[in-house]
């Protein structure tokens, strides 16, 4: 049977010895999508990569790719390519040696392997540089090679392994295209990416998986996870700089919030909740850019400035207010007249609010 | 020529049975378990039980090595040392207790003892001071390099070397030997140094001093190199002088290197044999356990009893300096 | 700001150090002890090209010095006598004499062998008379004839220049053996050093690399075969060789018994060495060539073996240097014979049988140590990374 399906992943398990890294991950991905795995360093994106590449073993749970059941295959019989974050190049190979090295070890002949380079190598701009050896490559040149590498093997699941950490901030941006642009050449390829950089993530993936501490905390599209975030957790991981939370008190429930901050401001918000929160402290949280300056009467917040950073066409604002104890961030567009110790208002737009209950988990997922 | 022409030969053929092996192990091993050609679960199966035997196939002829030539020996040699001379009957512990009250090994006994307490020490010594000194200078890369040179005699040439510097002519000739030579020069009087009891132990040691102190520069410049430059900017800025520097921000940096090295010339003068073999053989009080048991293997057509006992002797010696290896090469892994 | 002015004062400090007059004493302790490291391997290179005859009375210190010797020459036979002037004359070059050298004084009785200055004419008895010029030309006179067959004695003190040859040279490689034993400890070392990398290596792989269990075990056991003495091995395999010598109805002391012994001895450090370094390599490369398609088989040579070639020529320098320089395995294990002993054996015989010719000494000496010495100077590099990880920290 032809299946949609490019990967599914059943209760997937890992632990070393008696620690547990991935604590049952359950994970449908389309074929040719492009899926990205975020999570802060050591939350097991790349453990969990590395089963699905073979390289570590499943300790419980089931892993099909294009509906095969592989658990027990070595790496090199999935169908999969890796690239790794360190590259790993073959040092004594030649670029051309290392990308038909996989072909070479499965006997392909010698004109395959020929044509497959030479247009793998064409596609990556590769071709003057074919009979190099890796050190006297550039370190973008050498994330093209790793990648080259793993296209000539056609593989169904491609796997990235934070593939741009390694490179400095100007051919990062570069090599991020160039892998938007791989997406596009190769539509039937299943795509996992790992990243712990939210703005990969949020620019490459079709749906991104946010994992933390060994448990998926949301799958989504980059905006489905930006403005309807399932938990605080997520809320906080996504977007930059971080959502501002307060936690304040329910005072009534139903189709609308009412809530009541600690400085005893009452807000309606637009979001339904159950009756049983009703007198609960919960979380709201909201996003620095959806701050905005206030006049006097619409003040919702007021607060003193106490640091300010001005990046040109982004201001932000970090201030010291009564409504937490936390200092909050606010992001406003271009460069701000403000001075350090001033006292300003900001308002924001209430149906742009996100509030999470006493778990942490945000009242839109609620059933 | 064709003798050496032979041992080509042989080389070619050694490294070609041993690629063989390897080769046609790994080649049976995919014949038994096929991962071509058949079911997933088959394979599957296939390539967990080969990935099972392979890693007995690489380590196969190396563990049988090790056993036969090194692990076996020992208990073997235990266990000879139990027995009489052919290795036949069984003696009990009679050849220690010969051992024990004889002269000979007594003496070879408070000789080691001399050897293990001022070889390390002054080869480490020698080589702290050479490391440390030679790091500040620009022509130390080749100052050290020629003090490293005798590590690459052999004991039998460093004797010879150093006889030579010994050599005694009666008084009244020339002397050609360097040290009488020099004791004339500043009013001595020569001597037949590798005769005077005691001193000829010194003049022994000496060979091996300027062996190993290569060695233990060596190791001792790499450890003050890898010592992070500020702790010592830290201690110019607080005011500590050269000695202060030396002795209270270097040496306790390096602690690990000066034991690696003291133990590695420990263990090496436990085995030395070839230099009291050539300048004295024994002679003149200067009788070491490796020479003692290396004469008792083929004296009076060989004892192995007696030489197996000196044997275990040695060994028991060395257990300490194993079993801390043994501890640090662990501790290292784990740290991994 | 405050840090700027900080490090300024610190490189104030510290080039302070490097000029104070410290400095001179730390030149001149480093070049005392390279003097005294290197004088006596230089006294033995210097000695052994000395002429055998100055080797023996004077110091290599003085090699470039002349030296005066006293010398009892002779003139040429009476029968060249001629007459002049109512004189019997003796004229020419002294018998013996070579023309570097120059003579200082002569004499004729072997009371006073220099009591006169060259060019001054000394009277003998019989109203003869002899001079000698520095050039060795001498004329001796007399009112009766010479007699005899021989011609006359003429003592003299020259001035001996240096001599250097290559004849010590010549003589050990040919008469002494020392050639034959070179070939021999060629044929033993090449094959010693070669064999136990192969096997170190996979072994050092699989203890980095593959799952398996005990592998800490194994690591250990390595680690501690490391320095178990050689001493415990001698008698037991000794045995077990003389067994299966006997067995067989061959010798037990064979080059492939040798081979095998150094292999052997060889190996714990060869699968420490080697595994420190293959272990250290990126596991990303190795799991990069698995999801590539290779086994382990194929990983251990397209890629380990490759990659670990400064590891093995460590290795491979130490085990030449050792299997070179070994005598007690050599002993052992391999006979006396013309084509079997090695170069240690041979010198450790010289030692006894020529312990006096120091000609002879000096020079196998420098046979023996110069091919070390070779490996040593070109590769010392390999050896020093080899020291560095090799000891066990
Ligand atoms: N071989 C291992 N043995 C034990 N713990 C491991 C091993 N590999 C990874 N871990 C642990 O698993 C967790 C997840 O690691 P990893 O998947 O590398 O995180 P990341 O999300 O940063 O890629 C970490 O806490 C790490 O310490
Ligand atoms: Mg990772």
């Not at chain 2, 590695?264 to 085995?271: A, E, R």
Request: charge should be neutral; glycine fraction near 8%; hydrophobic fraction near 50%.
């Amino acid at each position: 049977m032809v299946s949609s399906t490019g990967l599914t992943l059943k209760n997937i398990k890992k632990s070393y010895g008696k620690t547990d890294v991935l604590h049952g991950i359950d994970l449908e991905i389309a074929l040719g999508e492009f899926i990205v795995f975020v999570g802060p360093s050591g939350c097991g994106k790349s453990t969990l990569l590395r089963m699905i590449a073979g390289l570590e073993e499943i300790t419980s749970g089931d892993l099909f790719i294009e509906g095969a059941h592989v658990n027990d295959l070595p790496a090199a019989m999935r169908g999969i390519a890796m690239v790794f974050q360190s590259y790993a190049l073959y040092p004594h190979m030649t670029v051309y040696d290392n990308m038909a090295f996989a072909m070479r070890i499965a006997k392909e002949d010698k004109a395959t392997i020929d044509q497959r380079v030479n247009s793998a190598a064409e596609m990556l701009q590769l071709t003057d540089y074919l009979y190099r050896l890796p050190k006297a490559l550039s370190g973008g040149q050498r994330q093209r090679v790793a990648i080259g590498r793993a296209i000539v093997r056609n593989p169904k699941v491609f796997l990235f392994d934070e593939p741009l950490s390694n490179l400095d901030a100007s051919l990062r941006v570069q090599t991020r295209i160039e892998i938007a642009n791989l997406k596009e050449t190769m539509k039937q390829t299943t795509m996992i990416y790992v990243t712990h950089d939210q703005v990969e993530a949020m620019t490459l993936a079709d749906r991104i998986v946010v994992l933390s501490a060994g448990n998926i905390e949301q799958v989504g599209t980059p905006l489905e996870l930006y403005s309807k975030p399932a938990n605080l957790f997520v809320a906080q991981f996504i977007g930059s700089p971080a959502m501002n939370i307060f936690t304040v008190k329910v005072l009534q429930t139903g189709k609308v919030t009412r809530i009541k901050t600690q400085n005893k401001n009452v807000f309606d918000i637009p979001i339904s909740s159950a009756a049983q929160i009703k007198e609960q402290t919960i979380t709201i949280g909201v996003r620095p850019e959806d701050f905005c300056l206030a006049d006097k009467e619409s003040c919702m917040l007021s607060g003193e400035i106490v640091f300010i950073e001005s990046l040109g066409e982004v201001t932000l604002l970090h201030l010291n207010s009564s409504e937490s104890t936390d200092p909050l961030v606010v992001k406003l567009p271009g460069i701000i007249n403000k001075q350090k110790g001033e006292m300003i208002c900001l308002k924001t737009e209430l149906d742009k609010t996100h509030l999470f209950d006493e778990q942490g988990i945000s009242l839109l997922y609620q059933v | 020529m064709e003798q050496l022409f032979y041992s080509l030969l042989v080389m070619l053929l050694g490294v070609l049975s041993c690629v063989f092996y390897f080769v046609g192990s790994n080649w049976l091993l995919l014949l038994i378990y096929p991962v071509k050609h058949v079911s997933n679960v088959k394979m599957a199966q296939n390539i967990r039980r080969a990935a099972a035997i392979r890693p007995w196939l690489f380590l196969g002829p190396a563990l049988f090595f090790l056993i036969l030539y090194l692990v076996y020996p020992v208990f073997d040699s235990v266990y000879l040392s139990l027995h009489g001379r052919n290795g036949e009957e069984f003696v009990g512990l009679a050849n220690y207790e010969w051992l024990f009250q004889d002269n000979e090994f007594l003496e070879s006994l408070t000789n080691n003892i001399l050897w293990l307490l001022i070889v390390p020490a002054l080869s480490t010594f020698f080589g702290l001071i050479i490391a440390a000194l030679t790091d500040r200078i620009r022509w130390g890369d080749f100052a050290k390099s020629l003090i490293f040179m005798p590590m690459a005699i052999s004991f039998i040439g460093a004797s010879i070397i150093w006889k030579f510097v010994y050599d005694y002519r009666a008084e009244g000739s020339d002397q050609i030997g360097l040290l009488n030579a020099l004791v004339e020069y500043f009013g001595g009087t020569p001597q037949a140094w590798i005769t005077l009891p005691f001193w000829n132990d010194i003049f022994l040691m000496v060979i091996l001093i300027w062996i190993q102190t290569g060695f233990a520069m060596v190791i001792l410049s790499a450890a003050l190199r890898g010592i992070p430059e500020e702790t010592v900017e830290a201690a110019v800025l607080d005011g500590a002088n050269g000695f202060q520097i030396f002795f209270k921000i270097l040496i306790p940096q390096i602690w690990t290197s000066i034991a690696v090295v003291w133990t590695t010339i420990t263990i090496l003068v436990l085995k030395v044999f070839d230099i009291v073999l050539a300048m004295t053989n024994g002679q003149w009080d200067t009788q070491v356990l490796a020479n003692m048991m290396f004469d008792w293997m083929f004296r009076g057509g060989g004892d192995f009893g007696r030489g197996a006992a000196i044997a275990v002797i040695i060994m028991i010696a060395v257990i300490p300096v194993m079993i801390w290896n043994v501890r640090q090469a662990n501790a290292q892994m784990e740290g991994r | 700001m405050a840090n700027n002015k900080f490090s300024s004062g610190l490189m104030l400090s510290l080039r302070q150090l490097r000029r104070s007059p410290l400095m001179i004493v730390v030149h001149l302790s480093v070049l005392f002890l390279v003097i005294l490291w290197t004088f006596p391997t230089a006294g033995l290179l210097i000695s052994s090209f000395r002429d055998k005859d100055q080797l023996a009375v004077s110091g290599w210190w003085q090699s470039l010095s002349s030296s005066e010797q006293n010398i009892i020459g002779r003139t040429s036979a009476p029968d060249q006598q001629v007459l002049l002037d109512g004189k019997y004359v003796l004229s020419g070059t002294i018998e013996g004499f070579a023309l570097q050298d120059t003579i200082l004084r002569f004499g004729w009785t072997s009371k006073q062998p220099e009591a006169y200055q060259v060019n001054t004419i000394a009277s003998m008895k019989n109203a003869g008379t002899l001079t000698v010029s520095s050039d060795g030309q001498y004329t001796m006179t007399s009112l009766v004839p010479f007699t005899g067959s021989r011609g006359k004695r003429v003592f003299y003190t020259q001035l001996t220049s240096p001599k250097f040859t290559l004849d010590n040279y010549v003589e050990v490689l040919n008469s002494e053996g020392i050639g034959q034993s070179f070939i021999n400890s060629l044929t033993v070392t090449i094959p010693a050093t070669i064999i136990p990398i192969l096997i170190a290596a996979f072994a050092a792989y699989a203890l980095s690399w593959m799952r398996l269990p005990g592998r800490g075990l194994l690591i250990a056991l390595v680690v501690g075969l490391l320095v178990v003495p050689l001493q415990m091995s001698l008698i037991p395999l000794l045995q077990l060789y003389n067994t299966i010598g006997s067995y067989f109805g061959v010798s037990a002391k064979t080059y492939f018994g040798i081979w095998l012994a150094h292999t052997g001895f060889g190996l714990p450090l060869a699968i420490y060495l080697l595994r420190n370094y293959i272990a250290g390599l990126p596991k990303e490369i190795i799991e990069s060539a698995r999801v590539d398609g290779a086994n382990d088989f194929e990983i251990f040579v397209k890629i380990i073996l490759p990659l670990s070639f400064p590891a093995l020529a460590s290795f491979a320098i130490f085990q030449f240097l050792w299997v070179w320089n070994d005598l007690l395995v050599a002993t052992v294990f391999l006979g006396n014979g013309e084509h079997e002993l090695v170069l240690t054996g041979r010198l450790r015989e010289l030692l006894g049988s020529r312990g006096g010719n120091w000609e002879i000494l000096t020079a196998s000496a420098f046979v023996s140590i110069a091919v070390p010495l070779t490996v040593f100077f070109t590769l010392q590099r390999y050896l020093v990374r080899g020291l560095l990880s090799g000891s066990v920290k």
